[in-house]
């Protein structure tokens, strides 16, 4: 049996044995995406600086249901379902989408609460596709921009992400196995560290400041390092729904499956809309 089904199989056994104060479809998630971690539930864009680059977010996490194992301890179990697109302008408002990446699926979450304190981790089981689209393809001479045909690209992976709040600020960690890939120079692991940081209401109740930071280790052939920072505000609840505006720093390999060997380095400001 494949580690996607024994960790799905844990899950929902799991999700019977501790049935016993269920809250199904609730209307917050247990665990809040982590900020700067690019591979979280967005639905939004950014634009690059200085170029003619747009990314453009479409994806919820839902969590299907909590259940409180105590006053201070619950646990959800969850579904995940992401669009992350690279777009560029043209004339007459066109944005042709140069390439698209898929993600789907399940998560589970552990959370305690105790006085100033939160910690927990969450699991994900996921799958990762990624394709070429008509932006890259030049139908003028019938061939693929750049002279960069589309490859195969998929992966499948399981990560844990344990935390601690202390007041305003969440630290986290991030390990991920990934257990089958195409192209096969990816690496099997990734490892993270990162922060975010959801100030105290500035000028009313539901404006807070934010900052957010993510270093990630990745291997295409060699480990090498990704840089991803945040800082904005936002409107709404701190750690829920909420409108956020952004200025966003990126350094490392492209977060898109087709040009995943490439280093990428820019400045981008945007917005992010969380359900």
């Known amino acids: 049996m494949s580690i996607f089904k024994i960790s799905l199989t844990v899950?929902?056994?799991?999700g019977v044995i501790f049935c016993q104060s269920t809250e199904y479809f609730p209307g917050k998630l247990n665990i809040s995406p982590f900020t700067a971690n690019y591979l979280e539930p967005s639905t939004g864009f950014a634009?690059?600086?200085?170029?003619?680059?747009?990314?453009?977010?479409?994806?919820?996490?839902?969590d299907v249901f909590h259940e409180k194992l105590k006053d201070n301890i619950v646990l959800s179990l969850g579904a995940d379902f992401f669009t992350f697109t690279k777009l560029q302008g043209e004339t007459d408002f066109h944005f042709?989408?140069?390439?698209?990446?898929?993600?789907?699926?399940?998560?589970a979450g552990l959370k305690f609460v105790e006085d100033k304190y939160e910690y927990g981790a969450r699991l994900r089981i996921s799958?990762?596709?990624?394709?070429?689209?008509?932006?890259?393809?030049?139908?003028?001479?019938q061939k693929w921009k750049n002279n960069r045909n589309p490859i195969v690209y998929s992966r499948e992976f399981i990560e844990i992400f344990p935390f601690i709040r202390f007041n305003d600020v969440r630290f986290y960690a991030?390990?991920?196995?990934?257990f089958h890939s195409s192209p096969e120079d990816i690496g099997k692991g990734i490892f993270q560290l990162g922060f975010d940081y959801y100030g105290s209401d500035l000028i009313s109740r539901s404006l807070s400041p934010f900052i957010a930071y993510d270093y990630k280790i990745a291997s295409?052939?060699?480990?090498?390092?990704v840089h991803t920072a945040k800082a904005g505000i936002k409107w709404g609840e701190r750690f829920g729904a909420g409108i956020s505006l952004f200025l966003a720093y990126f350094s490392g390999k492209s977060v898109h499956g087709e040009f995943y060997e490439l280093n990428e380095?820019?400045?981008s400001a945007g917005i992010n809309i969380e359900f």
């Not at 899950?11 to 799991?14: D, N, Q, R, T, V």
């Not at 600086?49 to 479409?58: A, K, T, V």
């Not at 799958?127 to 001479?141: C, K, Q, R």
């Not at 295409?220 to 390092?225: C, D, V």
């Open 11 to 14: 899950i929902l056994i799991s």
């Open 220 to 225: 295409t052939g060699k480990y090498t390092p």
């Open 174 to 178: 991030g390990l991920t196995y990934i």
């Open 265 to 267: 380095s820019y400045l």
């Open 96 to 107: 042709p989408v140069v390439a698209v990446d898929y993600l789907f699926g399940l998560n």
């Open 47 to 62: 634009l690059k600086f200085g170029e003619n680059d747009l990314r453009l977010d479409i994806g919820t996490s839902k």
């Open 127 to 141: 799958h990762i596709s990624a394709h070429l689209v008509d932006g890259s393809y030049d139908g003028i001479n």
